[in-house]
């Protein structure tokens, strides 16, 4: 079964533009989840995606903003890229069906790590 | 909004011996307490998990407490290898959203 894939690796921006990541889930995975990882910082919450509907929003800018396709894939923008944004942003799928209230085990992609300079 | 305190920061031990990481959360309403492995270059991983109906799991080496009273929870490790230097994370789940501790660097030294 193939796990979680995230593309592109590695990008590197400048300060100003914008950025599109992609992550495709497990099969048969229907909640995406997005998180950002800075040194020190942990992993911090994005957004949530369960059938093409975003469910759970994290404490981050507008400039951040997601969305997801009838076949659970996902895709995160950030425009106008900071300095600041440079990190690992990593996508999780899960099993997490409608009515369940946890999210069960996330399953992790590698990651997509952007250096913005 | 939920807030996970993770300790310590950074964590070496020697081969064999065991490794303690705590974790401390702010939301009652939290009942899902997972911990993730991350090794280098590598999205993290469930290693174990516990809910508020349980107090301590085990998994071969591993092991996870929960003080729900406290508000704390804690990742056992005994008898450590060196395959276990990874960064780990404890996580507090509320409904709205899984919320990582800032994670714990641990080194076995052989």
């Known amino acids: 079964k193939a796990g979680v894939t995230q593309t592109p690796r590695y990008l590197i921006k400048t300060r100003g533009q914008q950025v599109t990541l992609s992550c495709s889930p497990i099969?048969?995975?229907?909640?995406v989840s997005w998180y950002q990882q800075t040194p020190g910082q942990g992993l911090q919450f994005l957004f949530e995606?369960?059938?093409?509907?975003?469910?759970n929003k994290g404490n981050f800018p507008g400039r951040f903003s997601g969305r997801q396709f009838s076949n659970s894939r996902s895709e995160m923008n950030v425009s106008t890229l900071e300095l600041g944004d440079s990190a690992l942003y990593l996508c999780?799928?899960?099993?997490?069906?409608?009515?369940?209230?946890?999210?069960?085990?996330?399953?992790f992609g590698e990651g997509s790590r952007l250096t913005v300079l | 909004g939920e807030n996970v305190e993770q300790h310590p920061s950074t964590l070496s031990v020697q081969e064999g011996d065991s490794a303690v990481i705590k974790c401390t959360y702010s939301?009652?309403?939290?009942?899902?307490f997972p911990w993730y492995k991350q090794e280098l270059g590598k999205g993290p991983q469930l290693i174990i998990d516990?809910?508020?109906?349980?107090g301590e799991k085990k998994d071969q080496r591993i092991a996870v407490t929960l003080n729900k009273t406290a508000k704390h929870f804690s990742l056992h490790i005994t008898e450590t290898q060196p395959e276990d230097s990874a960064v780990y994370f404890c996580?507090?789940?509320?409904?709205?959203?899984?919320?990582f501790g800032s994670g714990t660097q641990l080194t076995v030294l052989p």
């Open positions: 999780a799928s899960s099993f997490r069906d409608r009515g369940l209230v946890d999210t069960g085990e996330l399953f």
């Open positions: 939301d009652s309403a939290s009942n899902y």
């Open positions: 099969s048969g995975h229907r909640s």
């Open positions: 996580a507090a789940q509320t409904p709205r959203q899984l919320t």
């Open positions: 995606y369960f059938s093409e509907t975003q469910r």
């Open positions: 516990i809910r508020s109906n349980v």
